[in-house]
């Protein structure tokens, strides 16, 4: 599989002021910093493990068929409904997974939208509009604009929000987060965050101030290119970022999102681990609500040439339907990095929560003037109702909120 190397994306992104910054600071990504939480657990392990038994060439449609006659996926399985011998096989697998999918969510999907609290990041990944090297507008609301914000997005009718802000716990401490969660409390049903990794104490403080569902993307689980995508900041230390869901649940969230950012380097594996990332998360927490992401690369403000290469849409379908199979009961969210038409077959099919109204610069939902710059280009522009109107004309039922907080 074509892979998007560091040499593909330096040219435009790594100026030589940077890499003298770096040279003089690179850290090991598998070393934590002072005062980062470190669980007991093996689930880091475990994943490696069976990353290393997943040789995607050595399925045969044996495998593939074996896979869509059981109800029940072992990991074996999953591998083999990502190998490159499931392609033929796609049909089927899109037809299973609709009838898995309609008997677990029937034809509801859940509607949110991202607000970006702010653009201000401490990390350098060489991928992402808002790593702290890119030339772009760094803008923060402030609690009137995060309030204005918040009623304008209320006001569609939504009453779900998942908050973002760049990876600066410096610019947005966990306490200016915790007031961003007491306030969208006041205007929404559900409140999700995808921010920076905090440690377990951290998670408790905003779980109490409101928050009830994180999401964190690995981003890419090999960890020699890892390495090589995050070149500072606390985001380059690889182990921690990966523990941020257990220290999410055990501070209290009733639910963790995770993805791969397909496209930076091999989809099909990057895809397995995580799959069975959210897999060995729901066996050692029954209780907690797992969601999956399928992001796709997207051309970022610097650099335009940024594309998922080898991973198009039959791809982006057999990795939903292998979620949706592997793990029946879990969320699905397909993000506006896709044009319409995808997402909404996606929804048929597969999927179960879709973005609505979505702008990812800063203070875009009640101002025709973004406040600070996007983190990526978006590619559906759809108004809420525009979203809502679609999927009942393709007979599906759109949820505004799938949870009730108590």
Request: charged share 25%; net charge negative; with cysteine.
């Amino acid at each position: 599989a074509m892979t998007m190397t560091e040499e593909k994306i330096n040219p435009t992104i790594v100026t030589e002021e940077a890499k003298k910054t770096i040279a003089s600071s690179i850290k090991d990504p598998m070393t934590y910093e002072p005062g980062m939480d470190q669980l007991p657990s093996t689930m880091l392990e475990d994943v490696e493990r069976l990353m290393k038994e997943f040789e995607e060439q050595t399925y045969s449609a044996s495998d593939v068929k074996a896979a869509l006659r059981n109800d029940v996926l072992s990991p074996h399985d999953f591998g083999a409904l990502l190998s490159p011998a499931a392609r033929p096989y796609l049909e089927a697998m899109a037809q299973k997974a609709k009838a898995v999918r309609d008997r677990y969510f029937g034809n509801s999907v859940a509607l949110f939208t991202p607000l970006y609290l702010a653009n201000y990041c401490e990390n350098y990944c060489i991928y992402c509009g808002f790593n702290c090297h890119n030339k772009i507008h760094r803008a923060r609301l402030d609690l009137a604009q995060m309030e204005e914000e918040m009623k304008a997005i209320a006001a569609t009718g939504l009453e779900e929000i998942l908050m973002l802000t760049g990876e600066s716990s410096h610019m947005s401490p966990v306490s200016y987060i915790g007031e961003a969660c007491k306030m969208a409390r006041r205007y929404f049903r559900v409140v999700g965050l995808e921010i920076y990794p905090v440690n377990q104490k951290d998670y408790e403080y905003l779980h109490q101030c409101g928050c009830d569902f994180v999401t964190v993307f690995q981003e890419t689980y090999d960890h020699d290119l890892y390495g090589k995508l995050h070149l500072a900041g606390n985001k380059r230390v690889f182990p921690y970022r990966f523990y941020t869901q257990e220290r999410a649940l055990l501070g209290g969230m009733r639910g963790v999102g995770l993805g791969a950012l397909l496209g930076l380097s091999d989809f099909r594996r990057d895809a397995f681990a995580t799959g069975l990332h959210g897999y060995l998360l729901q066996r050692k927490y029954p209780h907690a609500e797992i969601a999956f992401s399928c992001p796709r690369l997207r051309p970022i403000k610097g650099n335009t040439t940024i594309y998922p290469m080898g991973v198009g849409e039959a791809e982006l379908l057999q990795i939903c339907c292998a979620y949706r199979l592997l793990m029946p009961s879990s969320a699905l969210t397909v993000s506006t990095r896709e044009v319409p038409r995808v997402r909404d077959h996606l929804m048929q099919i597969a999927a179960t929560k879709i973005s609505a109204g979505v702008s990812t610069g800063i203070g875009a939902h009640s101002h025709q003037k973004e406040e600070g710059d996007d983190q990526f280009e978006i590619a559906d522009h759809r108004s809420v109702d525009a979203v809502f109107n679609d999927l009942v004309s393709e007979g599906m039922q759109p949820v505004m909120a799938d949870a009730i907080f108590l």
